[in-house]
DNA sequence: CTGTTAGCGCATTCAG
DNA sequence: CTGAATGCGCTAACAG
């Protein structure tokens, strides 16, 4: 392996002439340049950017949090390591499989220095737990929280749940069940709270049996699908948390018989990618600049120029799901 | 920031005394060794990891390349990270959205000794110029190619697409099209060496103008779509070379009035979450066990201890757009 | 069993 | 404009 000082003997100068003109800080005569970068051709000479790192003490790496593999994550990973690399970051890895250890593992990365800082999509610990990590670098996630110490990213999800739920009404539902993730998540609050106020609005009653909470996100719906096929009375419209689920439900209604959207309308939310193959009607709420405005955050955190954030929307995409109510 | 010296300086002993305690190498007495973790406990002491992969020249992070995000790369993906996590490594994420610099900047991230390796999933450059990065690192794919240098998991494309015809062909199927990849690619190739021979066995003629490269993954088969819809003699049924691309195909047939299976069955590959979401039939070659194979190589071309590779299995998974043909 | 010494490869003072 | 010296934090070889 060729380094820095095999390149500054066969150019005949000092390694610090070398690392002059690799890094282009400070003078270097034009003759001098000449011979090193002669060398460091010659040699086939590349900086070992490990020690690099040692002498900077950063790594250019972002750790990217989330329990495992579904659907929304696609396209979020994508812009975020797009407008990372534009930044010149790195983003690795860390699917913890909802184990809270080995998310602790991954934050401790920053405290280790290889990690400048994370993003966390899904996490697996309490937020109590995750927020002293924010010492040793930035943290930023598109979950609601009140955090001073961490980033959110996050969406008004009550506007944008009420804008589903109005849509339904529009249409001629009355009879809407809800799937809702997690029920301590913020974002699940806040759709509850959207909830409450579209009934009260409409005077419609609020059927608590009607409201289902995914917990596990595993199967993607398709137990939901079991439990609505076993309501006494059945509801005629049904509003989901995540495309992926309402994905699930409508395959598992499928395979028990039913037709969608004859025998219950589907809204869902995110616009991903299966929601567009399925004809899902839902909600778009720009994944994209989430992602952006996490890196955002963490990127202003950790250097000195400053990176604007993006504008946030939300859209409702109109497809096959929800016909007008006949009914 | 804490390192080794403060704390060796807490315990009274030398730094290497501690760090003898931290990686486990030497022999420590119980006294020096209880007065070390002490200190470190003390102090919140944690290893700088940066400073420990240059004295090792390595960093345990392997480089994930891939041009976007498709389908079956979430569960590759997860299979990937999941096994590199047991053996102690880190994975980074590229995507070079098929531009061949930035896919060059990946691989150089070996040479520049901030990967160990890398795998890839799909390339922007040729094989011929890839290949000689592998100077730098192990470098595996799951694409089928003939190299020495490079680490293909491939399976047998041939028979996988041949069982899949011989399944259209005993459900009553006799006009078949045939979707596949980029034709310099060996599986593609692969595939059409079974086409001939499946026409050949059954003395069927073989169509030309049945056969489609989807070149650039994209629009996932929504364009495909429109060149059957224009077709002026239509197939029975389609094979793909990806669940993705069919599904793409179903969803735009759908929306030009179609009905599947009724107008067209379909057989996709791969047995991706999108194809059981939309009960596509197809074939299951074990993502899982390639990804882990891949890794595999990496690894054992970087360590001593060497991990025994996965055994390899291919199955048909029946589902619901390969009706038997009642026409 | 333990301390001293010498690097890993590079960047950055500080003189000159 | 350039070289010598120092240090980033840790590991490993070598004496003792």
């Given at each position: 392996m060729t380094t820095i000082i095999d390149v500054a003997r066969k150019a005949q100068v000092s390694k610090s002439t070398v690392s002059r003109v690799i890094s282009g800080n400070g003078y270097v005569s034009q003759e001098s340049r000449k011979k090193v970068l002669e060398a460091m051709e010659a040699l086939a000479y590349s900086p070992n950017l490990i020690a690099r790192n040692l002498q900077s003490g950063e790594t250019k790496t972002i750790g990217f949090l989330a329990q495992g593999f579904f659907d929304p994550l696609g396209v979020f990973l994508q812009s975020f390591i797009s407008i990372a690399k534009t930044y010149n970051y790195y983003v690795t890895l860390y699917f913890t499989d909802g184990d809270k250890k080995k998310e602790i593992e991954a934050l401790n990365q920053m405290k280790y220095k290889q990690l400048d800082g994370v993003l966390i999509?899904?996490?697996?610990?309490?937020w109590d737990v995750i927020e002293p990590y924010s010492i040793y670098g930035p943290i930023s996630t598109w979950h609601r929280i009140d955090s001073e110490r961490i980033y959110s990213s996050y969406v008004d999800h009550y506007s944008g749940y009420l804008r589903s739920l109005d849509y339904l009404f529009q249409r001629g539902y009355r009879s809407i069940g809800h799937v809702l993730g997690n029920a301590e998540n913020l974002n699940t609050k806040a759709r509850m709270r959207a909830i409450t106020d579209f009934n009260n609005k409409h005077q419609l009653p609020l059927e608590e049996k009607w409201i289902f909470h995914?917990?596990?996100?595993?199967d993607n719906g398709r137990s939901i699908a079991q439990l609505w096929h076993e309501l006494p009375q059945k509801t005629d419209a049904m509003a989901f948390y995540t495309d992926s689920v309402a994905a699930g439900f409508i395959s598992e209604l499928q395979t028990l018989g039913y037709s969608i959207p004859e025998d219950v309308a589907v809204i869902g939310f995110d616009n991903s990618e299966i929601s567009r193959l399925m004809h899902i009607t839902t909600v778009d709420y720009s994944i994209k600049h989430q992602a952006e405005n996490s890196f955002i955050y963490i990127h202003n955190q950790l250097n000195q120029e400053k990176i604007s954030e993006r504008k946030m929307s939300v859209e409702l995409i109109e497809r096959k799901t929800v016909p007008i109510n006949q009914k």
């Amino acid at each position: 392996m060729t380094t820095i000082i095999d390149v500054a003997r066969k150019a005949q100068v000092s390694k610090s002439t070398v690392s002059r003109v690799i890094s282009g800080n400070g003078y270097v005569s034009q003759e001098s340049r000449k011979k090193v970068l002669e060398a460091m051709e010659a040699l086939a000479y590349s900086p070992n950017l490990i020690a690099r790192n040692l002498q900077s003490g950063e790594t250019k790496t972002i750790g990217f949090l989330a329990q495992g593999f579904f659907d929304p994550l696609g396209v979020f990973l994508q812009s975020f390591i797009s407008i990372a690399k534009t930044y010149n970051y790195y983003v690795t890895l860390y699917f913890t499989d909802g184990d809270k250890k080995k998310e602790i593992e991954a934050l401790n990365q920053m405290k280790y220095k290889q990690l400048d800082g994370v993003l966390i999509l899904t996490r697996a610990n309490s937020w109590d737990v995750i927020e002293p990590y924010s010492i040793y670098g930035p943290i930023s996630t598109w979950h609601r929280i009140d955090s001073e110490r961490i980033y959110s990213s996050y969406v008004d999800h009550y506007s944008g749940y009420l804008r589903s739920l109005d849509y339904l009404f529009q249409r001629g539902y009355r009879s809407i069940g809800h799937v809702l993730g997690n029920a301590e998540n913020l974002n699940t609050k806040a759709r509850m709270r959207a909830i409450t106020d579209f009934n009260n609005k409409h005077q419609l009653p609020l059927e608590e049996k009607w409201i289902f909470h995914d917990k596990t996100r595993l199967d993607n719906g398709r137990s939901i699908a079991q439990l609505w096929h076993e309501l006494p009375q059945k509801t005629d419209a049904m509003a989901f948390y995540t495309d992926s689920v309402a994905a699930g439900f409508i395959s598992e209604l499928q395979t028990l018989g039913y037709s969608i959207p004859e025998d219950v309308a589907v809204i869902g939310f995110d616009n991903s990618e299966i929601s567009r193959l399925m004809h899902i009607t839902t909600v778009d709420y720009s994944i994209k600049h989430q992602a952006e405005n996490s890196f955002i955050y963490i990127h202003n955190q950790l250097n000195q120029e400053k990176i604007s954030e993006r504008k946030m929307s939300v859209e409702l995409i109109e497809r096959k799901t929800v016909p007008i109510n006949q009914k």
